[in-house]
Antibody, heavy 117, light 112 residues
Framework: QVQLQESGPGLVKPSETLSLTCTVSGGSISSYYWSWIRQPAGKGLEWIGRIYTSGSTNYNPSLKSRVTMSVDTSKNQFSLKLSSVTAADTAVYYCARESSPRGLGYWGQGTLVTVSS | DIVMTQTPLSSPVTLGQPASISCRSS???????????LSWLQQRPGQPPRLLIYKISNRFSGVPDRFSGSGAGTDFTLKISRVEAEDVGVYYC?????????FGQGTKVEIK
């Protein structure tokens, strides 16, 4: 059973870069699309973007200028970088894998990132 | 962006009774490949979202058959035939037909 685990700093200063990694276990990272989604406390879900194991990406235009995703197949990991963060980027960040075409069937537990000085 | 609108936003339900959630998209979710990428997710308190239904009506692995999805074009419905205590949570529809993928606001299902 594939499992995903997000990791990274829980606190990031305004204007700095948020960096998160998702480690995949129980299966190969290859040949799948991997997404990042975030959820501010008490609010709904926002899709940040996705990456294929070839490196091909699709980003949410609302964040595109600040987002970079990458994949490291040798470590079975993929990553998210979000630059120039503000308090509005404070949220629980989830990584997820598509299980069927465009269905997010596997999710990590999520990691809270707070943007504050 | 495609806007996903769910109704109701809150649904108090009696155990054992049915529940229904509607989701309407601001434009057709039929993809150029002929598929409609509308899914439903459940988020129990303190948990990550969980995929229930994909491509309108396909139950994901391990999802009980009391959950069913239907609809076409811009109007979709999630039905729970008999609500159980473990069904409490927030339900989201999500479209993955057009980038960026977008979610509905969420519908909170609670027990009366």
């Amino acid at each position: 059973q594939v499992q995903l685990q997000e990791s990274g700093p829980g606190l990031v200063k305004p204007s700095e870069t948020l960096s998160l990694t998702c480690t995949v276990s129980g299966g190969s990272i290859s040949s799948y699309y991997w997404s990042w989604i975030r959820q501010p406390a008490g609010k709904g879900l926002e899709w940040i973007g996705r990456i294929y194991t070839s490196g091909s990406t699709n980003y949410n235009p609302s964040l595109k200028s600040r987002v970079t995703m990458s994949v490291d197949t040798s470590k079975n990991q993929f990553s998210l970088k979000l630059s120039s963060v503000t308090a509005a980027d404070t949220a629980v960040y989830y990584c997820a894998r598509e299980s069927s075409p465009r269905g997010l069937g596997y999710w990590g537990q999520g990691t809270l990132v707070t943007v504050s000085s | 962006d495609i806007v996903m609108t769910q109704t109701p936003l809150s649904s108090p339900v009696t155990l054992g009774q049915p529940a229904s959630i509607s989701c309407r998209s601001s434009q057709s979710l039929v993809h150029s490949d002929g598929n409609t990428y509308l899914s439903w997710l459940q988020q129990r308190p303190g948990q990550p979202p969980r995929l229930l239904i994909y491509k309108i009506s396909n139950r994901f692995s391990g999802v009980p058959d009391r959950f069913s999805g239907s609809g076409a074009g811009t109007d979709f419905t999630l039905k729970i035939s008999r609500v159980e205590a473990e069904d409490v949570g927030v339900y989201y529809c999500m479209q993955a037909t057009q980038f960026p993928w977008t979610f509905g606001q969420g519908t909170k299902v609670e027990i009366k």
